[in-house]
């Protein structure tokens, strides 16, 4: 079965500090990997996802993620904080080729502090 | 990417009696989703609605509780039965894209029962 382990269920980092949040998963073929985002009182927005090809991945609100196959990895980095950064994330992982079921994992909750 | 609706957004509501949550989406989209979200934990999958057919329930989700209608490629309804304080949570909408193998997230419902 698959399944996905965030082990940080909160973070805290100061504005302008770099930022990494951690993701390992388990699953039995090729994995279809996604970071989302959730800010208080919203739905999930997707930052990033990888399917195959180039292992560091690019999103959107200067997030990137790297793809780890030997550590069953997809940490999610950032370079530097903003204060709006400060929301819940959820790292997820799924089959692809049609219907997946997408698990998600338990979530870490980042907090910016000035 | 979609653009997906929620009704309603939040909404309270007493014990014993049902609430009707609704999903639109902008594009045409075989695979739709409802999940849970209960107060501070994750995502659980209740289940999996396609055109023209009944919905597929994951475990520990019963129809008679949740029934769901998916009228066309567009639409679907989430309806909570018999409602209980413990059914409080998140009510997420969300479609596969088409061509993307990935899933898009609707605002959500917020639920409180009393």
């Known amino acids: 079965a698959q399944s996905v382990t965030q082990p940080d269920i909160h973070i805290t980092v100061s504005e302008g500090a770099s930022l990494e949040l951690r993701c390992n998963y388990s699953?039995?073929?090729?994995?279809?990997l996604f970071w989302y985002v959730q800010s208080p009182g919203q739905g999930l927005q997707l930052l990033l996802k990888?399917?195959?090809?180039?292992?560091l991945v690019q999103g959107i609100k200067g997030f990137e993620a790297e793809f780890k196959r030997s550590q069953s990895s997809f940490n999610l980095r950032k370079p530097s904080v903003h204060w709006s950064d400060a929301a819940e994330y959820f790292c997820?992982?799924?089959?692809?080729?049609?219907?997946?079921?997408?698990?998600f994992g338990t979530g870490t909750k980042l907090q910016v502090i000035p | 990417s979609a653009v997906i609706s929620q009704k309603p957004s939040r909404d309270i509501c007493q014990r014993g009696t049902s609430l009707t949550i609704q999903c639109q989406v902008d594009?045409?989209?075989?695979?739709m989703f409802w999940y849970r979200q209960q107060p501070g934990q994750s995502l659980t999958l209740i289940a999996t609605?396609?055109?023209?057919?009944?919905?597929?329930?994951e475990s520990g989700f019963v129809i008679d509780k949740f029934p769901i209608s998916r009228p066309n490629l567009t639409f679907s309804t989430l309806t909570v039965s018999n409602m209980s304080p413990e059914d409080s949570s998140i009510y997420l909408c969300?479609?596969?894209?088409?061509?993307?193998?990935?899933?898009?997230f609707g605002p959500g419902t917020r639920l409180t029962v009393l």
């Open positions: 997820a992982v799924g089959g692809g080729g049609g219907y997946q079921k997408v698990t």
């Open positions: 969300s479609v596969e894209s088409n061509r993307e193998d990935t899933q898009y």
């Open positions: 990888y399917f195959s090809g180039d292992t």
């Open positions: 609605a396609n055109q023209g057919s009944e919905a597929t329930y």
């Open positions: 594009s045409q989209v075989t695979m």
């Open positions: 699953y039995g073929a090729t994995p279809y």
